[in-house]
DNA sequence: ATGAAAGTTGAACCGACTTTCAACTTGGTT
DNA sequence: AACCAAGTTGAAAGTCGGTTCAACTTTCAT
């Protein structure tokens, strides 16, 4: 069961008793709180780090990293000041939970498009339209990746590196299936990627964030741009 | 005179006897003042701001804006702790002047490469070159206007939307030449405008910020795309 | 049923930083 | 030479919020 929508803590995941797992998806409570033995180690618990989470997405999304405070945070969530530090060692602790949370949604909401009908730039030109409906939706999600930049430089540099790298290999593949023209150099694939994805979070912040537009538009728009460029003929 | 290569603050631009000015440029210390009656009415005046600036530029560039103390930046500027008052009102409106700053500062380094040779497509180019150039020297100016998204989101917001609406012109000329391939929906000239400034900060970031790729070898990738798209044949 | 482990509570501590201000210095003008 | 507006100084006030902790409650395995 997802928290606001966004914050996915599906408790049973890891269950005692679950035998398997999704191969990478960090999707349990367990996992997301700080890494020292701060894990919850009941049910009570994860409920009330589930409840951390979810005040701390939305204080952080609305009040940014400095404006806000583990008094509100813990104050939404129903639960005093110092459960908040069962659970995390800082307010940075608990922030970069949180960016590798969000990173995390946003390749999975993302994911499904990429796979299916349609050449590599088709399944791109899906994939930035679910992009921008996710981020109209969770524009808590898009502040907080953000402003990682600041207070988790790790976690979004490691965020746009590992999402320019998945970007990259997607293009090569498309390569080599011949629905994209021959690159020479080798750094033309790491520079498409960047600007490719540049293009996407501005899109994003644009007409998702501070605007309304239909996604599918300006995914159609983009695309064509991507496929055929701007020049005359 | 510079300072440290990129706070432009020529005294002499706005003396009492000059008699022109340029047009939209806001590069005298002056009006880099917070907006109060805050303004130096002295050389001595004027030099010890443009040390303020200095410092702060470098402060806030190094350690971010919630890091960045005033007692580090009036140290840096070797000034009095209570001088920094004399020329702003906080923190924040130190922040802001300097967003504006950067802003304009941004601007005037690209605007050269965007007249002279070669069709709209290649100024472009060339203006992607400058401004990778630009990043790489300045880094602590990339760091700033980025994290005005949260101390300052006027300035923030307004730097992006006139950068991509100039961006947008210049397409819409570029088109009315001919060089360009149509495009009907009145939406596309600002989705591209958009797209293709996402790109730019994107590599800006990846190979001017965090890494030293050769701009123009960049440029000329990101061109080829733009031009003629990633589609076969 | 019971005891130990896990979780919860919130008052108080603490350090850090912005901002103020009244006394002092500087330098240009008359 | 003396005046005064502009600028400078830094100690201290004031604020604010993160973090700690010892007492208390709940949960759950035995």
């Known amino acids: ?42 049910a009570r618990g994860e409920k009330t780090l589930r409840k951390i989470l979810t005040a701390a997405l939305e204080e952080f999304g609305e009040r940014g990293f400095s404006e806000a ?19 995390f060692d800082s307010k940075e602790a608990l922030f970069q939970a949180l960016v590798r949370d969000m990173s995390a949604q946003v390749r999975d909401h993302v994911a499904p ?29 898009y502040r907080i990746i953000d402003e990682a930049e600041f ?16 970007i990259a290999a997607r293009l090569g593949d498309a390569a080599s299936r011949g629905e994209l023209r021959q690159d020479e150099s080798p750094l033309a694939h790491e520079v498409i990627a960047w600007a490719l994805m540049g293009a996407n979070v501005f899109l994003g912040l644009r007409f ?5 537009s239909d996604a599918d538009e300006v995914a159609a728009i983009t695309n064509r741009l991507v496929r055929d460029g701007l020049g005359a003929r």
Chains 1, 2 share one sequence.
């Open 113 to 141: 498009e990429l796979s299916g009908e349609g050449d590599g730039l088709e399944r791109e030109r899906r994939a930035l339209a679910a992009f921008l409906r996710f981020a109209a939706e969770h524009k808590h999600v």
């Open 69 to 87: 405070s583990i008094v509100s945070i813990t104050s939404r969530a129903e639960v005093a000041l110092g459960t908040f530090y069962t659970y």
């Open 151 to 166: 207070v988790d430089p790790e976690g979004f540099r490691s965020h746009y590196e590992t999402t320019a790298s998945r």
């Open 1 to 42: 069961m997802a928290i606001t929508g966004t914050v996915d803590t599906t408790g049973k995941a890891n269950a005692k008793h679950s035998g398997a797992r999704a191969p990478r998806a960090t999707n349990d409570t367990a996992a997301i709180g700080a890494s020292g033995g701060k894990a919850p180690r009941t």
């Open 208 to 212: 998702a964030v501070w605007g309304h």
